[in-house]
DNA sequence: ATAATATATGAATGATTATTCAAGTGTTCA
DNA sequence: TGAACACTTGAATAATCATTCATATATTAT
């Protein structure tokens, strides 16, 4: 007696089986995928775009981004991080103050290709 | 005796009041930039980046999708109900058999500058 | 009607994560 | 030197979320 598993129980994977191999050929390597949804789970936070878009509209300051967004400079600095680590903002010190800048010409037009999704809901 | 909090120990506020000011002019309405977010967000998981990568090959029913992704019927599921919700996907019914495909164009372009950006940072 | 199949879904669990709090570093100014 | 400031960071907490498990619905075949 053979035990059953999930597969098991599936017809399509013999009905389609050439489909799902066709696709299979034509995915991108696991890990381009995996950094997609890394750099997409940046953009996934409300913090995070709203200061990248302050970002985008002028350089500021840890404390300039505290003010704006009515929030923590302590709040704001770990995201801050988050920005960095990914590579999308950068950063110049001049004195004891840290100016923030955009690091990426594509952040604005990955944006504006959510908004006309998002736009099109209606 | 005043109390303090965070802000009244920020000298940018007076400094750069001029510049919070008009990047705050200039920012879109919260629910835009919270909108923009929520989209994010559903790029931000592996698991849907693979299936959305999947649909754009090819419609495929939830099975065959479970199958490629080597992932239970119920998780494929889940996350395309996410996926329905945020209208990235639409479905068709043939019997007992459901079949998904994408349901925005934009997708594939979000996407194509997501990877810019990844394949930049070497 | 019953069994098998394809999918959906609610509850539970474990993992991730945004924010807060407290403490730290480094710089400027008195 | 020391106090104030701008910012960073580690730990704790609370909230969110992906997956699993069990069960439910709907369709097809016997």
């Known amino acids: 007696m053979t035990k059953r598993n999930q597969w ?3 017809d399509c994977k013999v009905i389609h089986e050439d489909v799902v191999n066709t696709v299979k050929e034509k995915m991108p390597p696991e890990e381009t995928l995996y950094d997609l949804a890394e750099l997409f789970k940046v953009f996934g936070d409300t913090t995070r775009v709203k200061i ?4 985008d509209k002028s350089e500021m300051c840890v404390c300039d981004l505290a003010v704006l967004l009515n929030m ?3 709040a704001v600095s770990h995201q801050l991080r ?9 950063y110049r010190k001049e004195g004891k103050i840290v100016y923030y800048s955009l690091d990426d010409e594509h952040v604005k037009q990955i944006f504006e290709q959510g908004l006309v999704h998002i736009s099109e809901r209606l």
């Open 82 to 90: 988050i920005l960095r680590q990914a590579r999308l903002v950068k």
């Open 8 to 10: 098991d129980r599936c």
């Open 52 to 55: 990248l878009w302050a970002l």
């Open 72 to 74: 923590t400079q302590s």
